[in-house]
DNA sequence: CATACACCCTAG
DNA sequence: TTAGCTAGGGTGTATG
């Protein structure tokens, strides 16, 4: 009997925050909050709140209430009614259905002579009572008192079976800068910043009360030590003899206050007063500094040791998964992706579709509308077909071939229905289509209108793997350069990762829709079932038979998120994202492309004893500086071959053979004390030490990524074995985004750790080589070197040259290029090269970022039409415009019929000129599909458009 | 009608 | 609290 042990839930459950929700809400807003208690305001602090938090309160107190059911329903519901609902919550079930949803079963493990392991991919943060007992023996690190921090891994073992790996004992830390004078400090600064932190908290009110009130610690800074052996990362200091406090804290919120009262000043009796004092790795996620300090990586592999771990019996259990098992950190073990380790476990993937009965001509409401359908579609990872396909539906509904139909009289009894599938089939991951934004939140909410109706709903919430602990959600907005203002809601299930494809899709594809449909269209070449959503009231309350073509819809919703995941490789290239960065998988799906360079830079540094500086946000660095450059295109329509010779990875490749790093940057002090051999001055005047001197971090980590990178793709090449093959390349592909993501984060203004002067220096070798680049091949190319013509560069950009060497033929140019990228590459130092890749045959320049041309990497046929910059590849010109010029692009560049082409543009001209408007607009509309609106204003647009092309030739 | 500027989206 | 970078074409709008 699986998941029904009765009993109390986990000891510590009553006043636990999650660490995710401590995140979200209480977080760090000025004061050191309670590490644990019950639902608390919302800060409404009027500084830093830039965030368009202008619209009206109706979000906000509908967080707090959220907050409050809650800490009611995971918290207050008395145990026995908490055990009763939740057994009744599968009742409607029978007892074969629910076996053919669930896991393997677990074998038998002996935990002294087996060890236990599982490949992780969510983890999350409680505090909660010390551990009182080793497995392995020996002590337990942490508080003496007071609640602790408790890690909890989840993740699935070789057999498939879920798994939650509670660690213990590893205490929070950070590190500040130590005067000299205050040399043997230790005892007097950890009780002097104890004392501080306790006052703290009392200042900021008793917020930790709730059911901790009685266990509150009096120790919170832990321990501190002075450590001699450590630089900072930031300039090459010859002789450094820098000091650092490291300071341990009882939970992971009182590191920022730590940092605070370090920067405005404390009394350290017997040694004097620190004020201004610089702090280290003080914001690095407490989650991510485990994972460093322990040499873990995300969804890696972890490994519980025979003899250090202990499994919970059924009724101290706190979690839903099949085995749970207590560790003392210092035992647990992270593999290195290799070997057998690079696998994936048997993943479970639950892919899922809502239909809402929505009113006519609007869109539903969760408290007004009721949810009708449930699909889900369960895969394993690694299985070609899904195991379970279903749909749970409100009435009655014909059977499906392929597919289990469960119907309900009532929408609570298809609601629990869903809860019990989601705990039965126990998946590590939530997929779908927009479900973190609409299906996830959707239910939850509907959850909460019905609850008052139906109480036995209480427990509907409990979606994770945390016994008595309720999914949540949050509005968040997400803010970048690259992805844009996002507003999304953020819902966490415990233990499992929402990963919705929507936000996916907009992350790694420019595409013009986003819609499923044309999403499924563009990789799957497969259109969805289609029922308008004005009909699906109707459907509902028509018979059985209408039902059945609602719910073969709704299937197909649930089925082709997974089947994306699969062609595109989803999983595999996210699983490989996370272990080569380093960071938990969610992090890749929450956050931005910071964060990774950031985990390789701190794993890098322990090994190298360097810290990273915790820099104060207001330092007005010159903030812009110089990019790339574009050499002016010699406009024209070249109908000779034109030659491309490419940088490989032109930043990274700079960054390497300059050895530009943070911890090579001299400054114009310590450049005096040096003998000039020593260092090179950069094009932008920044100088760096050599690596003779001392090898630069960021140069290190990108030796070992391409060195990785390029392990990978031999493997690929070798693998036999499909998935194999699409796990190196996974890896491949990660590796190098990876490298070049590392030059953005040093120039990334505000961020953990810009440096302009680093990225500064990048694009000004970058500018330096393009241009040398140029000059060689100018000068070496030359009739009266015994060419056939003078070469010429028409146009170049960032790290690319169009060389025109003027020969007729692509099988000439093709030589020539391949020699010229040879010659120019012996000038510069290795790594950087020079490589020739494609040639243009024939080459449209219209101006700089605009050209199209026919790509030939063979001599004896083109590839394809390349066109970059032009409409046709822009997706704020309408389909007319883009289908006219691509049209045009054709007659010129494949036909090589300019006359026609410009024909061409004036019969559309005419024909929209002329009174046939309304003509054009017919066949148009037909043509396109659209409705006639848009193409009126596609019409215009392209009235517009080809004029001015046309007074142009 | 010229100019400046915000905005969008792309190149690399 | 959190967010890779700059260069640059083209459109639309405000402003004198």
């Known amino acids: 009997?699986?998941?029904?042990?009765?009993?109390?839930?986990?000891?510590?459950?009553?006043?636990?925050?999650?660490?995710?929700?401590?995140?979200?809400?209480?977080?760090?807003?000025?004061?050191?909050?309670?590490?644990?208690?019950?639902?608390?305001?919302?800060?409404?602090?009027?500084?830093?709140?830039?965030?368009?938090?202008?619209?009206?309160?109706?979000?906000?107190?509908?967080?707090?209430?959220?907050?409050?059911?809650?800490?009611?329903?995971?918290?207050?519901?008395?145990?026995?009614?908490?055990?009763?609902?939740?057994?009744?919550?599968?009742?409607?079930?029978?007892?074969?259905?629910?076996?053919s949803w669930r896991r393997p079963s677990v074998p038998p493990l002996d935990v002294k002579n087996e060890s236990l392991t599982l490949q992780w991919l969510d983890v999350d943060m409680t505090v909660g009572k010390r551990l009182e007992k080793n497995p392995a023996g020996g002590r337990v690190p942490g508080a003496p008192s007071g609640l602790v921090p408790i890690l909890r891994f989840y993740g699935v073992s070789p057999v498939g079976n879920s798994v939650a790996v509670f660690v213990h004992g590893f205490t929070p830390y950070l590190y500040a800068s130590c005067p000299a004078s205050f040399m043997g400090s230790e005892a007097s600064f950890r009780k002097a910043m104890n004392d501080r932190l306790l006052a703290d908290r009392q200042r900021g009110g008793n917020r930790g009360g709730g059911g901790a009130a009685g266990t509150e610690s009096n120790d919170l800074c832990l321990g501190a030590s002075i450590e001699t052996d450590k630089r900072s990362i930031l300039g090459y200091v010859a002789d450094p003899n820098q000091t650092f406090y490291k300071i341990y804290v009882a939970t992971p919120n009182l590191v920022p206050t730590v940092k605070r009262v370090l920067e405005d000043g404390l009394e350290v009796p017997g040694f004097g007063r620190l004020h201004g004092v610089l702090t280290f790795e003080s914001n690095v996620p407490f989650v991510l500094r485990f994972m460093i300090d322990k040499d873990i990586t995300g969804a890696g592999w972890l490994e519980c040791p025979k003899g250090t771990y202990r499994v919970r019996g059924e009724r101290e259990k706190e979690s839903h998964c099949q085995i749970e098992a207590d560790i003392v950190y210092e035992s647990l073990e992270g593999h290195r992706p290799e070997g057998q380790w690079s696998k994936l476990a048997p993943l479970r993937i639950l892919s899922t579709d809502i239909e809402c009965q929505g009113r006519k001509g609007h869109f539903p409401e969760a408290e007004k509308d009721p949810v009708i359908q449930i699909a889900n579609c369960l895969t394993v990872q690694g299985e070609r077909e899904p195991i379970v396909q279903n749909v749970l539906t409100l009435r009655g509904c014909l059977p499906i071939v392929g597919a289990q139909v469960l119907t309900h009289e009532k929408e609570e009894d298809l609601l629990l229905s869903w809860r019990a599938f989601v705990q039965e089939a126990d998946p590590d991951i939530l997929t779908g289509y927009n479900i973190a934004n609409f299906d996830l939140p959707y239910l939850l909410r509907r959850a909460d209108t019905l609850v008052k109706r139906a109480p036995k709903l209480k427990v509907f919430k409990e979606l994770g793997r945390l016994r008595r602990t309720l999914a949540t959600m949050k509005d968040t907005t997400f803010q970048s350069s690259a992805y844009g203002k996002r507003e999304n809601v953020e819902t966490t299930v415990h233990g499992r990762v929402v990963f919705d494809l929507l936000p996916y899709m907009f992350r790694n594809h420019k595409l013009s829709s986003y819609s499923l449909n044309s999403v499924s269209a563009e990789f799957l070449g497969q259109q969805k079932e289609d029922v308008h959503h004005s009909i699906i009231s109707d459907l509902q309350n028509g018979t059985d038979e209408d039902r059945r073509r609602l719910a073969v819809y709704c299937i197909k919703d649930a089925l082709l998120p997974w089947k994306l995941m699969e062609k595109l490789s989803v999983l595999v290239n996210y699983v490989e994202m996370a272990r080569v960065t380093g960071v938990p998988m969610a992090f890749l799906l929450t956050r931005g492309q910071q964060i990774k360079v950031f985990s390789m830079l701190l794993r890098k540094c322990r090994q190298s004893a360097l810290l990273i500086p915790n820099l104060p946000k207001n330092r007005q660095d010159e903030g812009t500086y110089e990019g790339a450059t574009v050499i002016e295109p010699k406009k024209a329509f070249y109908q000779d071959p034109i030659a491309t010779l490419d940088f490989a990875s032109l930043y990274p490749s700079i960054m390497q053979a300059f050895n530009l790093c943070y911890s090579t940057l001299l400054s114009r002090e310590e450049k005096q004390a040096l003998p000039p051999s020593s260092y090179i001055t950069t094009p932008s005047q920044e100088s760096f030490v050599k690596p003779s001197v001392r090898k630069g971090i960021l140069p290190l980590i990108l030796d070992e990524l391409l060195a990785a990178r390029k392990r990978a793709k031999r493997d690929m090449a070798a693998a036999t074995d499909p998935m194999e093959k699409a796990v190196q390349n996974g890896r491949q592909l990660a590796l190098k985004i990876s490298a070049n993501s590392v030059y953005g984060f040093t120039g990334a203004t505000v961020g953990q750790l810009p440096c302009i002067p680093i990225a500064s220096s990048v694009t000004s070798y970058g500018r330096d080589l393009l241009y040398q680049t140029k000059a060689f091949v100018e000068e070496h190319y030359t009739i009266e070197k015994g060419c056939s013509a003078n070469a010429e560069v028409v146009y170049g950009d960032t790290d690319s040259v169009m060389v025109r060497f003027g020969v007729p033929t692509v099988e000439e140019a093709m030589p020539l290029a391949e020699r010229a990228a040879e010659e120019v590459t012996k000038i510069f130092p290795p790594p950087i090269k020079l490589e020739f890749e494609k040639v243009y045959f024939p080459y449209l320049l219209m101006n700089k970022k605009r050209y199209a041309g026919l790509l030939w990497t063979r001599p004896d046929k083109y590839d394809k039409l390349d066109t970059k910059g032009l409409e046709t590849v822009r997706r704020d010109n309408c389909l007319l415009v883009r289908r006219v010029i691509d049209t045009c692009l054709r007659k010129i560049l494949i036909d090589r019929d300019v006359p026609g082409a410009i024909g061409y543009c004036k019969h559309v001209i005419a024909e929209l000129l002329q009174n046939k408007m309304d003509i054009s607009l017919l066949v148009i509309t037909k043509a396109l599909g659209k409705s006639a609106d848009e193409s009126g204003y596609a019409a215009k647009q392209a009235h517009v458009e080809l004029a001015m092309r046309m007074k142009k030739r």
Do not use: C, H, V
Request: proline letters at 4%; a negative charge; glycine letters at 20%.
């Open 1 to 99: 009997m699986n998941g029904r042990g009765g009993g109390r839930g986990g000891s510590n459950n009553g006043g636990n925050r999650n660490w995710k929700d401590q995140q979200k809400r209480g977080g760090s807003n000025n004061g050191g909050n309670g590490a644990a208690g019950g639902p608390q305001k919302r800060p409404r602090n009027g500084t830093g709140n830039d965030g368009g938090d202008n619209d009206d309160d109706f979000g906000e107190e509908f967080l707090e209430l959220e907050d409050q059911i809650a800490a009611e329903l995971a918290a207050d519901l008395p145990p026995e009614e908490y055990e009763q609902l939740n057994a009744s919550s599968t009742e409607t079930i029978n007892e074969d259905t629910k076996l």
